[in-house]
């Protein structure tokens, strides 16, 4: 499938994605509790000053102000027959920004998870929410968006539902988890796992990895899991910038520009093709990451040692791969009933 | 091992052995089997009191220690947490009649804005699972619905949860409001999420963050206590 995202992957070797859209609009006034999907259409100069910001600091992508859009999501304000106008709106906007930036800026339709639990364990069948996340990526595909871009996703019953959404609106898809618990994604997939699960996904995503979680050393681990699986895939990392702490009454992630880019370094060692910044990343961040990226020549795999002595600890021991798939088991009693 | 594969017939197991497999039962989510366990060991005499907390409660707490340490995953705990309500169904209104010992009670609720309740429903069953009673306010609480609810409810624990950057500030907007009404002192407020961390709610003027359902568990039994020393001193 040929879409603006491959084409310009074909003449680079990496690109650089966006930061934060959270806790940058947070810095710009949003209210903690307010839908920030609203301000497509009631502010949506705020929303363009923040793609700008990523453009002006180097981005080659820019994801859109609609990771909470699914219907699902915009019920809790009220708002559930809004989501097509206001993920439309997400993407005209993105695009406007996109096209007058004088070189190739990709602009990619962000789908966050819906909030509700799958069946079996939850109530939300797969076929009801691939009616849900349609509606949202109708919406941001005639905005103008180049890809859909699934984000913070936990579940593997989620991410098919929103790659069958892509393959039936014929949508290009890019995908990734979070991996925030012990090295896995809430609902315990892991790395290794992912790598498996996205070869069965209905729509073949064009680049997968993982966003968000609980900090940059974990994202690295993650990623070397999924390059080392996959070592010909476009695999994505977007790491928070450090942690949030609560400094004058706003939050504050504790990492810096420095740190940033040597991750951005490390990203690239481990493999990575796009490279940005989830949580906490600033555009100053993302300028640090650029001019990083720009002068560093990729090198050998990062072992994890070298990523604890750079850019920090990780939040567990292990992640649930390799040696570690073996990883404690509890004592029965023996009879497991099925 | 054929013979262990046969079908185990909780009625004609002794009590420590069935209690042992309802541990089981529980970590594998079965939740016909918990209520068929818990119904026999009533039927032998028991007190509800001790079928919670020698067969549910202890059980709940293996699976937290899974839970914490990596082994069992939130699908996984929620399908135990099911199984828990299918006992505590049969056991709540005779625990109530019986007037068996409490833990205490918590008022739990996701903040505003945040529509996520996977966390805050498994602290709410874990804690259900210690022997807390629990009242869940549900997600997308302004601070009204928290502090109407502490005081009508005499909670002794006010637990609040946000699993999103945008929504996390807005536990430090209910303990002011908490503090400026001067009862902030009465609770002890637990908070919770993805997102935060241990200096960040002692930043916003928590009592207590609480990395996971079994963390919370603990911190709320040792708060607990504390609460009963100084009632009684």
Known sequence: MSNALSRLLETRDWLMADGATGTNLFAMGLEAGEPPELWNIDHPERIRALHQGFVDAGSDLILTNSFGGTRYRLKLHNHQDRAFELNKASAEIARAVADEAGRPVIVAGSVGPTGEIFEP????????????????IKGLMEGGADVIWAET???????????QACANLDAPLCATLSFDTAGRTMMGVTSTGYAEIQKTLPSLPLAFGANCGTGAPDLLRTVLGLTEACPDAIVIAKANA???????GIIEYDGTPELMADYARL????????????????????????????SHTPTRRPALEMIISRIGDF???GDGTGDQSAAPRRERRGRKRA | MADEEDDIILSELSDDELVLQMHDDLYDGLKDEISEGVNILLERGWTPYDVLTKA??????????DFRDG????????????AMKAGMFILRPLLAE??????????????KGDIHDIGKNLVGMMMEGAGFDVVDLGINNPVENYLEAIEKEDADILGMSALLTTTMPYMKVVIDEMTAKGIRENYVVLVGGAPLNEEFGKAIGADAYCRDAAVAVETAKEFMEHRKHNQTA
């Open chain 2, 98 to 111: 019986t007037g068996a010992p409490k833990q205490g009670k918590m008022v739990i609720g996701t903040v």
């Open chain 1, 315 to 317: 939040s567990s021991e």
């Open chain 1, 267 to 294: 990203a690239r060692d481990a493999g990575a093709r796009i490279i940005g910044g989830c949580c906490g990343t600033k555009p100053e961040h993302l300028v640090a990451m650029k001019a990083a990226m720009e």
């Open chain 2, 56 to 65: 549910l409660v202890e059980g709940m707490r293996i699976v937290g220690i």
């Open chain 2, 71 to 82: 082994i069992l995953f939130v699908p996984e705990v929620l399908l135990a947490a099911n």
């Open chain 1, 121 to 136: 364990v939850g109530t939300l069948s797969i076929a009801d929410a691939v009616i849900a996340f349609e509606e949202q």
């Open chain 1, 153 to 163: 996703i936990s579940s593997e019953e989620e991410i098919t539902a929103i790659a």
């Open chain 1, 242 to 248: 450090g942690i949030p702490k609560y400094v004058d």
